[in-house]
Structures are given as structure tokens and as C-alpha cells.
């Protein structure tokens, strides 16, 4: 959700977790080096000492009716001097390549190979331009109607 004012120390351990504990997902992260694209020294540097670019998070969702995972983008963000570079698309292809990899490939538990990951799904607010970029990409309304039930109050 776009515009939302959330606590940071909140979100700092929301982000924490995901670390602690790979179960609940992993993120991918595009980093610059100084040569490329227009980094103007106002980006954060990551670890590698590089321009942090953009970063999504995958959560995982069981399907048992595919005997697979779905993996859900979420928390999209590209740093704004950096829009229009492709650098979603880099994450994405990225991403989609760790799944066609992961489904053609023997399982190392089972030494099976079978589909793992079966979609890569994402929600998109309505009004956010966001979702002209996933269209480019191929994404298609699902079709299903998103519904929730807020326990924050
Ligand atoms: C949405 C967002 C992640 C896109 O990242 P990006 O790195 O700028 O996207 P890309 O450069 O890879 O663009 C992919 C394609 O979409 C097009 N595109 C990018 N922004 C667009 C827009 N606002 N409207 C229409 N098309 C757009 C690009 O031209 C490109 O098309 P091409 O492959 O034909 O050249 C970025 O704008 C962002 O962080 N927005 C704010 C946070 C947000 O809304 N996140 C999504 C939450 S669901």
C-alpha cells in the first residue's frame, strides 16, 4: 500500500525476521556499482559497498492442489532516482530464473525432479501505476477477488 506512515522500528523487525527465520521468505536486492546506472551518492550502500538499487520480498504459499509452492512479490520498491532502469525487470527475470531452475532440477531432499514452484503471483493496489509494469511483464488479472479482514485495531 502506497502513502502509509508505518512505525520503522516496527518494519525494522518485521524486515529482521524474514532474516531469522528463511522460512518466512527471502528477498532479492539490486545493488550498483558506481559505474552504472545514476547513482548520485544518495542511495544507501549496501554490505558490498554498492548503491542499493531496489529489493522485493518472496513469501511462499503452499498449493496442494499443484503439490507446489506459489511465490508471492511483495513489498516492491525501487528507489525513485533509479525507476525506469529495468531494474524491477533485472529482479524479476531473476527471480523467475531461481524458479525455472528450482523446476528442472532434482530435488536435493528427494533427488526428484517435479514442479516446485508453480506461480508467481503478486496483489497490486488498484490505482498504483505499478500494475502497467506487471502487465508488461506478463502478470494477468487472476482473477480472484482479494478480501481481508483487519486484526490491527
Ligand atoms: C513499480 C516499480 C517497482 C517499477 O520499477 P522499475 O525498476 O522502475 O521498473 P522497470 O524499469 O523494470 O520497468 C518495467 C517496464 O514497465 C514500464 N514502466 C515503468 N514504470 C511505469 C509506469 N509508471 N507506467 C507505465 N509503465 C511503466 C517500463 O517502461 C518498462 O517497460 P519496457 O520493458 O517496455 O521498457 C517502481 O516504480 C517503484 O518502486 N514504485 C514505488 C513502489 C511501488 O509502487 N511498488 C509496487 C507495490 S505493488
Known sequence: MQNLDLPLDNVTKGVAAVFENSARGFYLVAELHSDE???DGTSPETSNGLALAGCLLITTEWSD???AEYWWIQSTFVLPQFRGQRIFTSLYEHLTGLARTLNTTPGAEDGE???????????????????????RLGFQD???LMMSLSLRD
Open 37 to 39: 546506472g545514476k547513482t
Open 65 to 67: 492442489w499443484w503439490n
Open 113 to 135: 525432479t517435479r514442479l516446485r514452484v508453480s506461480e508467481i503471483r503478486l496483489y497490486v493496489e488498484k490505482q498504483n501505476d505499478a500494475r502497467f509494469v506487471y502487465d
Open 142 to 144: 487472476s482473477g480472484y
